[in-house]
T-cell receptor
Framework: DGGITQSPKYLFRKEGQNVTLSCEQN?????MYWYRQDPGQGLRLIYY???????QKGDIAEGYSVSREKKESFPLTVTSAQKNPTAFYLC?????????????FGEGSRLTVL | GEDVEQSLFLSVREGDSSVINCTYT??????LYWYKQEPGAGLQLLTY?????DMKQDQRLTVLLNKKDKHLSLRIADTQTGDSAIYFC???????????FGGGTRVLVKP
């Protein structure tokens, strides 16, 4: 079945450690996105990529990094510079220039910093 | 303040109608969306409406758009316990392919 796979579902990290969250899609979508979700605050855009080898900062990119070496993969690294990394992270994809702009989401990764 | 605002919580009895409200600020929004999130999961698109429409109906769901007041609502008819979830509205602006989400409304359906 086509979809977006995020891993791991749960992750624990000690302060000062970098951690990488995986996001893979087999929908042949051009665009991919990373959102952060905190209780009562909705989704905030971290980074997005509209094409391979290109990506742009979203609203809260500080302390995060991404790469887009393959169309189907868009990993997110949460670095030690991110001051409050405990959150639920959601990856999404969309057909680039799709007139409806529909986003397809993965099941999320919950990161807890100990 | 946020660009897209929603109330935090809604409680409704099973079988009644639910109405979830959303306000947005950008008049250039082209599409407006309603997403549903069940516990511990990602978001799933429920429906969307183009900005030149006033209403869209899809089975139990009715979306109303008041562009003058920048107000969007989602009505769920005959609400079921499976409708308990967080509902997010989102807007897509004319420039770019990004969506801006509201804070989400948690809907609790009581038997």
């Amino acid at each position: 079945d086509g979809g977006i796979t995020q891993s791991p579902k749960y992750l624990f990290r000690k302060e000062g450690q970098n951690v990488t969250l995986s996001c893979e899609q087999n929908l042949n979508h051009d665009a991919m996105y990373w959102y952060r979700q905190d209780p009562g605050q909705g989704l905030r855009l971290i980074y997005y990529s509209q094409i391979v080898n290109d990506f742009q900062k979203g609203d809260i990119a500080e302390g995060y990094s991404v790469s887009r070496e393959k169309k189907e993969s868009f990993p997110l690294t949460v670095t030690s510079a991110q001051k409050n990394p405990t959150a639920f992270y959601l990856c999404a994809s969309s057909v680039h220039r799709d007139y409806t702009g529909e986003l397809f989401f993965g099941e999320g990764s919950r990161l807890t910093v100990l | 303040g946020e660009d897209v605002e929603q109330s935090l919580f809604l409680s409704v009895r099973e079988g009644d109608s639910s109405v979830i409200n959303c306000t947005y600020t950008d008049s250039s929004s082209t599409y407006l969306y309603w997403y549903k999130q069940e516990p511990g999961a990602g978001l799933q698109l429920l429906t969307y409406i183009f900005s030149n429409m006033d209403m869209k109906q899809d089975q139990r769901l009715t979306v109303l758009l008041n562009k003058k007041d920048k107000h969007l609502s989602l009505r769920i008819a005959d609400t079921q316990t499976g409708d308990s979830a967080i509902y997010f509205c989102a807007e897509r602006r004319a420039a770019g392919n990004k969506l801006t989400f509201g804070g989400g409304t948690r809907v609790l359906v009581k038997p």
